[in-house]
């Protein structure tokens, strides 16, 4: 019941802030010393309880008539910090379980496949149980008149009992009760199940590196520039098309009861195929790989906007847009190691900085979801989008075809076109991993 206005400065606010505390957390975790427990591990294992109660707050809606947007934004903030709290160092961790390319290769597949599926899960608890509460439209007929919208609103709003907004808010915090028990199940499982691996290169003492110069040193590296670069716009085309999948199946397709079960498709689909992924870029080289698998998403989402409504084929591209979309998940995490250690030979006296090149890379993809976020919003605001309408008008409907057609191909494009820059083919990666061998 809070005000959109007010919702969208809670979001802007929390973003905004995100953008500060990435690069800080990871910051601070390079500068933390090893104890029995590694580098990482305590704060997983310490931001884990706290990320779960802030939360649960987020989807708890205190008895207050005033002072609910600060309540909210406060408990955003403290939520998205914790978050990368767990984040920043459960990413980097692929750094410490092994020095060896095929290993960590390895693992960050499994990881990325692992990932997936939790999306896939967090999506059908959330979705089964807030799905369950009857939340009717609003008639295109009560719409037509956009002087008389709030009168409209109203009259929904006293139809719309008590009862069932209160059912509503029990089921949000049900489902958000379930899932912080699945967060902690799975904290508890990587703080026992894995162990961090101190290189001996790092047994010495290190010069004191200020927050500032070591940012200078990763973001100077230009291997790291090019492919945040190239994959920020790939990831851009496909949180656009993630984003706004719902909506246009829903209004533009008028499969308003499937969306749930497409959606699945997609995701079901894109855990499936990482071992593939993973299998051909072992074969083949990550580069080509990154031209492969991304650019596979192009032709279908072409056939969505130009092909009538049908079923069928639009269970075809969500399952062919799962496939692109595994390669988009799991080829950035595999690469961001070969950067480091290309990172490393080039600066072999200034060790400790994973973690900061991880944080840039967390941040750089909340980054790209806020940018999805914001043009979307806007899109379909100027496009005249009726909250919790029945039917939506025709120019909606064309937004919504561009933002999950047009856009995300001439991204993905683009993307792709950024990524010839990227200098580290696989001639180079072997010759970056003879060489940390001879310096270690």
């Known amino acids: 019941q809070l005000d959109p206005f007010y919702a969208s400065i809670i979001l ?37 309880p706290f990320a779960v109660i802030s939360y649960f707050l987020i989807w708890f809606v205190p008895d207050i008539s005033r002072g609910q947007v600060m309540w909210y934004l406060v408990f955003y903030c403290i939520f998205q910090t914790l978050v990368t709290c767990f984040h920043v160092p459960y990413s980097a961790l692929t750094m410490f379980i092994s020095r060896e390319q095929s290993e960590r290769d390895s693992a960050t597949a499994y990881r990325m496949t692992v990932e997936v599926l939790g999306t896939v899960l967090g999506t059908a608890i959330q979705g089964q149980i807030v799905g369950k509460v009857d939340t009717p439209c609003i008639e295109s007929t009560l719409l037509i008149d956009k002087a008389n919208s709030s009168v409209a ?34 904290a508890i499982i990587l703080s026992v ?8 290169s790092e047994l010495r003492s ?37 984003g706004n999948f719902a909506l246009f199946c829903t209004y533009t397709l008028g499969f308003r009861n499937e969306f749930q079960n497409i ?6 689909s894109a855990t499936l195929t990482i071992p593939f992924w993973q299998w051909f870029l072992t074969r083949c080289g990550k580069k080509t790989t990154v031209y492969v698998g991304i650019s596979s998403a192009i032709p279908f989402l072409i056939v969505v906007a130009v092909w009538d409504s049908n079923l069928i084929v639009t269970y075809v591209v969500a399952v062919a847009a799962g496939i692109s979309v595994a390669a988009a998940f799991l080829l950035p995490w595999s690469m961001l190691p070969d950067v480091i250690d290309d990172f490393k030979l080039q600066h072999p006296d200034s060790h400790g900085h994973e973690a900061i090149f991880f944080s840039f890379y967390v941040f750089f993809t909340k980054f790209a979801s806020g940018v999805s976020l914001g043009i979307s919003t806007l899109s379909l605001d100027f496009a005249g989008y009726q909250t919790r309408g029945c039917s939506q008008p025709s120019e909606v409907n064309f937004t919504l075809k561009m933002l999950v057609s047009a856009v995300p191909v001439g991204l993905i494009l683009l993307g792709l076109l950024l990524f010839k820059l990227y200098p580290i083919d696989e001639e180079k990666r072997k010759k970056n991993k003879k060489a940390l061998q001879d310096l270690r």
């Open 12 to 48: 802007f606010v929390g973003r905004a802030w995100d953008a500060i505390t990435d690069p800080m957390v990871g910051f601070f975790i390079s500068k933390t010393s090893w104890t029995r427990f590694g580098r990482l591990m305590p704060w997983i294992i310490f931001s884990t």
């Open 153 to 186: 609103m109203e009259e929904l709003n006293m139809t719309h009992d008590t009862g069932s907004l209160t059912d509503t808010r029990n089921a949000y915090m049900i489902a958000a009760g379930v899932i912080g028990g699945l967060y902690i199940l799975c």
């Open 193 to 200: 199940g894995v162990r961090e691996k101190r290189e001996s």
């Open 206 to 242: 290190d010069e004191p590196v200020s927050f500032f110069q070591g940012l200078k040193l990763v973001m100077n590296h230009s291997a790291y520039i090019k492919l945040i670069a190239g994959f920020l716009f790939t990831s851009l085309a496909f949180m656009l098309l993630e």
């Open 263 to 268: 959606l699945l498709a997609i995701m079901l």
